[in-house]
């Protein structure tokens, strides 16, 4: 009877065995791909730096009430404004832990989606290992560390592609709704996952409809209408309201001219990505196209039709959306989740080519991906630790006023700095609607001697300088005016300079002040 318990207890134990060993294959590589990029990104630098203008006007709505979300989140998505209001944390840049975490879990769904898609073609602890690795180091990755949400773009777009791979590998009706749950989900943290929604939700359609799968196209057409209608309503209520013309007009550079033929546009878009192709830790553009195709192929081969079909459908539309100027192609920021989703699918590629050469020659094989590590780490090395946040005096500036100035004296703050300013200053700003800026919103308090400059026009500059002059003149004040100024053009340089000119002030250089192109300055009366 011992015996008998003893061989009946026997598979489970193998198969407890079998299960911490396949589990230990996933953790061990990619725990060492997520220190790699870690090592490489330096993260412990991200919370010593001031947010930048770009930064400010997202993390400026920690400041305001819940209330007033959806003013403050302006054209940011308003999923991840609520995230970043709501993480936890101290120090005056903790925020940007946000798109630290996506950056991580996008190379996690990397290695996911490729070890998916590759099945056991290569050995355990290897596959999935370059794409994640390609992912990992990309310059691309490296350079994107601000507190917005393009981290968290890319994220999205692989996960669902990997949450499409995972409904092809075996079909369900449970699958299905998790794919319609995350898609819509994400869209409200990630805008641009909606491209990616609507890409897999049309290649689903398209490809049970030519295999003739009558209960599979029924479930696909039913979830993409229903996804597609929330997501409408998404655009309609929240992403609309906040859209505007100096928006557009701000990214006329990448948008494509529709009305230019087949050659000229395809030139375009070529010249675009031969300029981004060393942030994508490949060289040559055509390499790179290469392997996107090869992995495209390498997806339909394996049995996920729907996968392959995505990418060039995904293309295709973002070409559309460019030429009817609704979203800027391969721009390097606002692109950041097509370009990782290509190097994830460049990755894939790469690894599938590999896995057919270790059947004739490991050898050849091995040196194959060793190369290819060896190009994209080179290429990387250059974004090693870099920022991709400009320099910024705002803080500094504030500061030092906030340190040393009277209860008396007058603030006055330039347009594009004050949001930054509000940020950082101890006192609750005020919030309203502008078109002013591309925000979507401004920034006041509701102390007179605290003014910011509503816009960055030569009137508007006069205008703040004469409201803080009359603000100096008032009984109670001091008639010290404390000027914090950065992100200027020439024109506003010499607008400011002109109205101190005219002022018949003192403009005196303050001692210890922060040194910029434009310091603090004290004016007396």
Known sequence: MADKEVIAQAPSSQEDASTRDGRWRVFVPLGAIISLHLLLLRPWHLFDRPYWHDEAWVVIADRAPLSQLGLTTGITPIGWTFLMTILPGRGDQHQRLLPLVFSVGAVIVAYLLARDLLGSRLSGAVTGSFTAVAVAIAPLALARQDLKQYTADAFFALLVLWLVVRLESAWSARRMRMLVIVAVSASLVSYASMFVTAAVMTSLVVVNVMRGDRRKLIQS?????????????????????????????????????????????????????????????????????????????????????????????????????????????????????????????????????VSSLSLRSSRLATGLLLLAFGMVLWQSSAFVGSRSFPHDEVRAQTRYVENNHESGDVVLVNALSGKGFAYYWPDQPTFFPTDRFLSGFGVRFDQANIVLAEGRSASDIEEAFGTALRSASLRDSTGIIWLVRFYMTESELAAWQSVMDRSDLSILKVEGAPESLTLITKIRN
């Open 221 to 353: 057409l039913l979830a993409g209408a229903i996804t597609a209608a929330i997501l409408l309503a998404l655009v309609g209520l929240v992403v609309v309201p906040h859209l505007s013309e100096s928006l557009t007009s701000y990214w006329n550079d990448f948008y494509l001219d529709g009305d230019a033929g087949l050659w000229a546009l395809t030139k375009v878009i070529w010249s675009r990505l031969d300029g981004l192709a060393p942030l994508l830790g490949f060289r040559w553009p055509l390499l790179i196209s290469m392997l996107v195709i090869t992995g495209v192929i390498a997806m339909k081969r394996r049995n996920f039709p729907a996968a392959a079909l995505a990418i060039p459908i995904l293309w295709i539309e973002m070409v559309f959306m460019g030429m009817f100027e609704k979203y800027p192609l391969l721009d390097q920021r606002t692109s950041h989740f097509l370009l990782i989703l290509t190097i994830a699918v460049a990755g894939i590629g790469l690894e599938g080519l």
